[in-house]
């Protein structure tokens, strides 16, 4: 069965320092990874995936991902951190459908991002 | 160019009540999918719609069914309302046989509370 890990219920982060959001994952066969980011009454909002090629991905809004299959991590990072970055954040893996006409996500439980002005 | 679009906003149903959720695809879109999310976790897959079909289900009993019209559009039906329900329901499109891993577009949900 596929799993995705978020280890931390919650990141603080000073406005413009450097962030990190963790990310674990457990699938059969190569991984299809995404981010996902959620604003408060909002749905979820596409961040960046990786798929295979380069490991550092680069997204939406200056995140970028770096994928480790050593380890088994897709963590989020961005250099600089705005106030404005401050939200829930989902890592989700691709679960494959026999058949592949399409597939379903299976996510983590989630990251509250506070950055602090 | 539209994204996905979920009616209504909220709703308030009480224990054994029925209710119907809708969901517009984003132009372009031909395949829907459901998430449960409660709160404080990740959506939890429920099914997925395609050419009018069920093609894939999570685990989540029979009192949850749905339908897609021939527009693409989806309803997500609750029988037998249980509190456990009261949760964020997330509507996501996507395009089939996108083997490359597009990511599937989800609209803002449906906020359900179970009284």
């Known amino acids: 069965a596929q799993s995705v890990a978020q280890p931390e219920d919650q990141v603080n982060v000073a406005e413009g320092n450097p962030l990190t959001v963790k990310c674990t994952y457990s699938?059969?066969?190569?991984?299809?990874l995404f981010w996902y980011v959620q604003y408060p009454n909002r749905g979820l909002q596409f961040l960046l995936k990786y798929i295979t090629g380069d490991n550092l991905v680069k997204g939406s809004y200056g995140f970028e991902a770096e994928f480790n299959k050593s380890q088994t991590s897709f963590h989020l990072k961005k250099p600089s951190a705005l106030v404005s970055d401050s939200a829930l954040y989902f890592c989700a893996v691709r679960v494959a459908y026999s058949g592949a006409g399409s597939y379903q996500l299976t996510f983590g439980k989630g990251t509250k991002l506070s950055v602090i002005p | 160019d539209a994204g996905v679009t979920q009616s209504p906003t909220h709703l308030i149903k009480t224990r054994g009540q029925q209710v119907t959720l809708r969901c517009s695809p984003k132009?372009?879109?031909?395949?829907v999918s459901w998430y449960q999310q409660a709160l404080g976790q990740g959506p939890q897959f429920i099914f997925q719609?395609?050419?009018?079909?069920e093609r894939q289900r999570g685990n989540f009993p029979d009192r949850f069914s749905g339908h897609q019209f021939p527009n693409y559009s989806s309803e997500l039906n609750v029988n037998a309302l249980l509190l456990g329900d009261s949760a964020l329901y997330l509507c996501?499109?996507?395009?089939w046989g996108q083997g490359t891993g597009q990511p599937q577009h989800f609209g803002d949900g449906t906020r359900l509370s179970i009284l």
């Open positions: 996501a499109s996507s395009l």
């Open positions: 719609y395609y050419e009018e079909e």
């Open positions: 699938v059969s066969g190569n991984p299809y």
């Open positions: 132009s372009g879109h031909d395949t």
